[in-house]
């Protein structure tokens, strides 16, 4: 079985698993491992496979096509495919950018594309593009004493206003660049995505919390909500 806990409730599912545990033993069933703990990006990672995986589960008839094309140069919509590839960053409409909001383990910041992106000094900018990054100038810092910070582009996404959210793994360090020295920044990569976010950034309210903030000042102006239709998702079904 394969459950997915915020980090926060780590620490409680531990005990009550620990609990089961010795409840087992006391059945006499002696064999019981312990519970494994991953990551959402270690798991993500374990569903990725190498191109050659890949190819050696093709069929015997896909593979005999793929040697035929194989060495070939190659043609306009491969040249545009990988031209779409190289540009990473989604949508906020996308199916990645659920997955991260969705994700405990990250928390979103907003990014303002004129005054943070445009009106900022990038450093080595075929670096950032050679390699699949974003990069904007931080809040608060200006001239001589700019600082950026660099992403990845896959945890970047364009919202429909022009503007971009970003996602912070809460626990890791950020990366941090001092424009003057062109170097990294030691003092701000001591904090966590999450304390970095929170002293620099804007708060970006995740779907479910936008949704309760509306509903509650919807019922702080009095409003009868004998009407109010709220549509709520199927139950899932489960089997006997």
């Known amino acids: 079985m394969q459950v997915v806990i915020a980090n926060a409730d780590l620490p409680k599912v531990e005990s009550w698993y620990k609990l089961y545990?010795?409840?087992l033993r006391k059945d006499g069933i002696t064999d019981v491992p312990d519970m494994k703990k991953m990551s959402m990006d270690n798991y993500m990672q374990t569903g990725k496979q190498t191109e050659a995986e890949?190819?050696?589960?093709?069929s015997l008839e896909l593979k005999a096509v793929n040697a035929k094309y194989e060495g070939k140069e190659?043609?306009?919509?491969e040249h545009q495919i990988e031209a779409a590839e190289h540009n990473t960053m989604g949508k906020e409409s996308s199916t990645a950018y659920?997955?991260?909001v969705n994700d405990p383990a990250y928390i979103p910041v907003s990014i303002d594309k004129k005054t943070l992106v445009e009106k900022s000094s990038v450093i080595n900018k075929d670096g950032l593009d050679r390699y699949n990054q974003f990069a904007c100038r931080i809040p608060g810092t200006y001239g001589k004493n700019e600082k950026q910070l660099v992403i990845p582009e896959t945890q970047v996404f364009e919202t429909q206003k022009g503007s971009y959210i970003a996602f912070l793994n809460k626990e890791e360090p950020?990366?941090?660049?001092?424009?003057?020295?062109?170097?990294?920044?030691h003092e701000m990569r001591k904090l966590t995505g999450e304390e970095f976010a929170k002293q620099?950034?804007?708060k970006v309210d995740r779907p479910s919390e936008r949704k309760v903030t509306s509903?509650?000042?919807?019922?702080?102006k009095g409003k009868d909500l004998s009407d109010?239709?709220?549509k709520m998702p199927d139950p899932p079904i489960r089997s006997k």
Request: proline share 0%.
């Open 200 to 202: 620099y950034f804007d």
């Open 21 to 23: 545990q010795d409840d």
């Open 174 to 185: 950020v990366f941090v660049f001092n424009v003057r020295t062109k170097q990294v920044d």
């Open 215 to 220: 509903l509650q000042k919807y019922k702080e």
């Open 54 to 58: 890949y190819i050696d589960t093709a």
């Open 74 to 77: 190659k043609g306009e919509i």
């Open 98 to 100: 659920l997955r991260y």
């Open 228 to 230: 109010l239709k709220i």
